[in-house]
């Protein structure tokens, strides 16, 4: 897609040894094709154009998700509330919905979500805590407002307009539209470089006048408001709020992230890695159904591939 | 401990760029650090004072009191955990759902007798933890991202080995022989104080406590002058795992069944009294008598929005909002 990623992630190798950055570089890729080939060996119903079609919009979902907590650990942070502010956006939206229209459920999620995400935002920049905790707070501020809510009650939204956003292709299409945006700020506006640049080194880019403040604030904030657009989708194929969903989302996003060649350290990745490592995702938890295989087992693999990317990529990069 | 506040103090600072704030605000910071330091105390005394008000004198019954403990010894217990763990400057995200499944373990195995049921439990927590310890250390895993893996894997294993269910008990499992409580006092508080103590003695009179400490002051330092760091690692990870199998016991006697989602907000439970007790999250500096002081204050702080009638779903966030603010304002302080 870009040529900025591919570039940070080739400075961090040692010397010459070819083989070994095409195989990081191209990593998602490899590991995509090795999946369909392995998916259509095991069953034929894999490779139909009604399975692939479910397989994209089942990604829709985490899919948007995970272009903020990309966005977020390019500057070496990492968002663990976003499950939670799914949830939060959910229930928000569906509160809006039911007492004032569709417009006011929308507008109200995404105002509570985004700003939530942008206090993560300033209390990683202003207060100088590990992003990790700020987020875990919240992650913990946002499940509890989520429950209070209604007492833990699910909202039933049968018959909602909101019902047309979840059919069809509409999920796919606002993953596709979400996608296009964040690809648009990485490569077309400043901002993008100023990103990368913090990631790399914040000390660096403060000192060369990157205001990395405001920066931070944005990058929270806009993963606070896809998970905001995350929570309606969801909200409108289930046509119910759930304060419980949403739970284990937050490592299938960083999941996702690693597996597409995004660095923990930050300042290193490419977009299309972090969409393809989505899709990779579900395509491994789509074989495991049509195998068969007892859904539960899912939680596990996602926590096996994330140790095992995180591994194999500190083994095959040098630390700067 | 104090000279060991003042490095991670120094640390803090000297990493960000408040060398400027720091000479200017010299003569208040002795007496802002002595407040920082000391907080944990007055803290839990004005909390006990202001939950004795509203409660009209019933928050001091001896009843509510050992109430309170009981209901706290599931969090005391993976906090005695997580504050070794933090210590060393790292984290465990998954002790709830390590709890979670060990206690599913314990009961799907209760026919078996009560001593190989809990003796299998723990072998699961400390295998768990120990897993956790070889992904930091040997794999190179970031702690929050290998433990994060963890929560999810151990959940993922938690509805497996239980298909989803509840599992209840068939005859109560007691703490100890046919005992559960000596007088008034609850054995599974006997369980976590003890606990506690042991934690105190190891971390104070051991070379591994010691070891503790300086893995997580500073763990380059540490290693050059002869620590084995990562042995340290891999040994605190397995004790937290272990500490999460020991709250499932608890967890069961108290309430008869486990579930596998059971353990969702345990993690924070476990997190919380170790940061509002003052133990840095950049390790080295803190220790257990503190830990046990945020259970306190937090049990009291739950207690004290019971019997305000708040609604019960809004006590996590609150404890989110607690951690960010205790977190914040120690570092302000350190800086300061």
């Not at chain 1, 663990?80 to 999620?109: D, E, N, P, Q, R």
């Not at chain 1, 539209?177 to 403060?206: K, M, P, Q, W």
């Not at chain 2, 433990?147 to 509840?166: D, E, I, W």
């Not at chain 2, 406590?209 to 050059?224: D, F, K, L, P």
Request: hydrophobic share 50%; glycine share 14%; with cysteine.
């Amino acid at each position: 897609m870009t040529d900025r990623g591919a570039l940070l992630t080739r400075k961090t190798f040692e010397g010459g040894c070819d083989w070994r950055r095409i195989l990081v570089d191209y990593s998602p890729w490899f590991i995509l094709a090795l999946l369909v080939f392995v998916g259509s060996v095991i069953t034929p119903l894999f490779l139909t154009p009604g399975n692939l079609l479910n397989i994209l919009q089942q990604s829709a979902i985490v899919g948007v998700l995970t272009l903020g907590q990309f966005l977020v650990i390019l500057t070496s942070g990492i968002d663990l509330s976003v499950g939670s502010l799914l949830a939060l956006s959910a229930m928000v939206g569906a509160v809006g919905l039911t007492h004032a229209g569709i417009a006011v459920g929308i507008a109200l999620s995404a105002i509570v979500c985004g700003a939530l995400g942008a206090i993560s935002g300033l209390i990683v920049s202003r207060g100088g805590l590990p992003p990790f905790i700020v987020t875990f707070g919240m992650m913990a501020i946002a499940r509890g407002a989520a429950l209070t809510m209604t007492s833990g009650a699910p909202i039933n939204l049968n018959g909602s307009a909101l019902g047309v956003i979840g059919a069809g292709l509409w999920p796919e299409s606002i993953w596709v539209l979400a996608i296009l945006a964040i690809y648009f700020l990485l490569n077309r506006l400043g901002v993008g470089r100023h990103i990368y640049a913090i990631g790399g080194n914040i000390e660096a880019a403060r000192v060369s006048g990157i205001k990395t403040s405001p920066l931070l604030v944005l990058v929270y904030g806009i993963s606070g408001l896809c998970a905001s657009i995350a929570g309606l989708v969801f909200m409108a194929r289930s046509t119910v709020a759930l304060p419980t969903s949403g739970v284990g989302y937050e490592l299938q996003t960083i999941a996702a992230c690693v597996l597409g060649g995004t660095d923990l350290f930050g300042g290193v990745g490419r977009l299309s890695g972090a969409v393809i490592g989505v899709v990779i995702l579900t395509m491994l938890s789509n074989i495991l159904d049509l195998t068969g295989v007892n859904p539960f087992w899912d939680y596990l693999v996602v926590g096996v591939t994330l140790w095992a990317s995180v591994m194999l990529r500190s083994r095959l990069t040098v630390r700067r | 401990m104090s000279p060991r506040m003042e490095n991670a103090g120094v640390k803090l600072a000297s990493g960000n760029n408040a060398q400027s704030r720091r000479s200017s605000a010299a003569e208040s910071s002795h007496f802002v650090r002595f407040i920082g330091r000391h907080a944990l105390w007055p803290l839990l005394l004005a909390l006990v004072a202001v939950a004795e008000f509203v409660s009209h004198g019933a928050f001091l019954q001896p009843r509510n009191l050992i109430n309170i403990l009981a209901q706290n010894s599931v969090a005391g217990t993976l906090a005695v955990g997580q504050t070794l763990v933090i210590l060393t400057g790292g984290i465990d995200l998954s002790l709830g759902s390590v709890t979670a499944l060990s206690s599913l373990v314990l009961l799907l195995l209760q026919e078996g007798g009560a001593l190989e049921a809990r003796l299998a439990s723990l072998g699961v927590g400390l295998a768990c933890g120990l897993l956790n310890g070889f992904l930091v250390t040997v794999g190179r895993v970031p702690a929050f991202i290998a433990t994060l893996g963890m929560m999810q894997g151990a959940l993922g294993l938690a509805f497996v080995v239980s298909g989803g269910y509840p599992i209840y008990e068939n005859d109560h499992m007691a703490v100890f022989g046919e005992l559960d409580q000596i007088g008034p006092v609850p054995l599974i508080v006997v369980v976590w104080l003890a606990l506690a103590v042991a934690a105190w003695i190891f971390l104070s009179r051991t070379r591994f406590g010691a070891s503790i400490y300086a893995v997580g002051g500073n763990e380059r330092a540490a290693r050059v002058s002869g620590v084995r760091t990562s042995r340290t690692k891999l040994l605190v990870y397995t004790l937290a795992g272990g500490c999460a199998s020991i709250a499932g016991v608890i967890l069961v006697n108290r309430l008869g069944y486990t579930q596998p989602t059971i353990g969702g907000s345990f993690t924070l439970d476990s997190i919380a009294p170790v940061v509002v007790g003052g133990t840095s999250l950049f390790g080295g500096v803190g220790g257990i008598w503190r830990t046990v002081g945020g259970v306190l204050v937090v049990g009291t702080l739950n207690n004290l929005m019971v019997l305000l009638g708040v609604n019960i779903y809004i006590e996590q966030a609150v404890q989110g909002i607690v951690v960010l603010a205790v977190v914040y304002s120690f570092i302000r302080v350190q800086r300061s």
